[in-house]
């Protein structure tokens, strides 16, 4: 079973956890052979490799699945993105925190919106009363995993995304999160809001205008995730690839 206590330690360093985003069992090895600490999943990535959309589009049962197999073959943390929880009740929710739990998952991302069309965000005091229940299922129950909590307003571009965020941050570390995920934000006036609101550890998102990785660390930034850029970026080499062999009718392509 992987570490939790490293996992959570990777939160504290003085330098950002660097997470590998992976979305298959391949990658989640490519990203252990070189030398990362420790991999998540990318909700969006896993979806599309299984030929699904994102916002839960898919069986719960497949990620489960896909899981299990990381947690046999790589030797690093790994947290798995839950998205709204793969249930729209509490116990539905605890009962699959709990599947992954049981199977080695080490951390999972929660969030605080229903990916309906178009995706919204829940209530604060609603998802505030579930992380409630969920984090004292945690403790009362001593599992090992590392909570850390999705929250949206960037996401979305909603015109008070820094209000709306901070207010959410202060609750969601009331209800017992382990960490806080915010994508989307970008601008280093507010991340130092974000960061300066909350003794836990802030997550970032890779976006166009992200500062690089040693700016982060000065902000106080303390994990830093890829989300689904790195297998769009290899899926679109993909493309170039197939493209490339019809044009020229053979394979040199592929060992130039």
């Given at each position: 079973m992987?570490?939790f206590?490293?996992?959570?330690?990777?939160?504290k360093?003085?330098?950002?956890?660097?997470?590998?985003?992976?979305?298959?069992?391949?990658?989640?090895?490519?990203?252990?052979?070189?030398?990362?600490?420790a991999?998540g999943?990318?909700s969006?990535?896993?979806a599309?490799?299984?030929?699904y959309?994102?916002?839960e589009q898919m069986?719960?049962?497949?990620?489960?699945?896909?899981?299990?197999r990381?947690?046999?073959?790589?030797?690093i943390?790994f947290?798995?993105?839950?998205?709204s929880?793969?249930?729209?009740s509490?116990?539905?929710?605890i009962?699959?925190?709990e599947?992954?739990?049981?199977?080695?998952?080490?951390?999972i991302?929660?969030?605080?919106t229903?990916a309906?069309?178009?995706?919204q965000?829940q209530p604060?005091?609603?998802?505030?009363k579930t992380?409630?229940s969920?984090t004292e299922?945690?403790?009362?129950?001593?599992?090992?995993?590392f909570l850390?909590?999705?929250t949206d307003g960037?996401?979305?571009?909603?015109?008070?995304a820094?209000?709306?965020?901070?207010?959410r941050?202060e609750?969601?570390e009331k209800?017992g999160?382990?960490?806080?995920?915010v994508?989307?934000i970008?601008?280093?006036?507010?991340?130092?809001?974000?960061?300066?609101?909350?003794?836990l550890?802030i997550?970032v998102?890779?976006?166009?205008n992200?500062r690089?990785?040693d700016?982060l660390q000065l902000?106080?930034?303390?994990?830093?995730?890829m989300g689904?850029f790195?297998?769009?970026y290899?899926?679109?080499?993909?493309?170039e690839?197939?493209d490339t062999?019809?044009?020229?009718?053979?394979f040199s392509?592929?060992?130039?």
């Open positions: 992987k570490s206590e490293t996992f959570s330690q990777l939160h360093n003085a330098a950002p956890l660097l997470l590998g985003n992976i979305w298959d069992v391949n990658s989640a090895k490519i990203f252990e052979s070189k030398r990362y600490k991999i999943t990318s969006q990535a896993v599309k490799s299984l030929g959309e994102d916002g069986p719960f049962d497949l990620l489960v699945q896909l899981a299990k990381v947690v046999e073959v790589v030797n943390p947290t798995v993105d839950m998205e929880g793969y249930n729209r509490i116990a539905g929710i009962e699959n925190i599947k992954l739990h049981d199977i080695g998952v080490v951390g991302n929660l969030e605080d229903i309906d069309n178009p995706r965000l604060v005091e609603t998802f505030q992380l409630s969920i299922h945690i403790s009362r129950n001593n599992l090992k995993i850390n909590v999705r960037f996401l979305l571009n909603i015109p008070t820094l209000a709306e965020t901070l207010t941050i609750r969601y209800a999160a382990n960490g806080i995920f994508p989307c970008t601008k280093v006036n507010d991340i130092k809001e974000v960061v300066n609101a909350t003794s550890p997550n998102m890779c976006m166009p992200l690089g990785f700016e902000l106080g930034v303390k994990r830093i995730s689904p790195v297998n769009a290899v899926n679109k080499k993909v493309e690839v197939a062999i019809l044009q020229n009718n053979n392509c592929l060992f130039n």
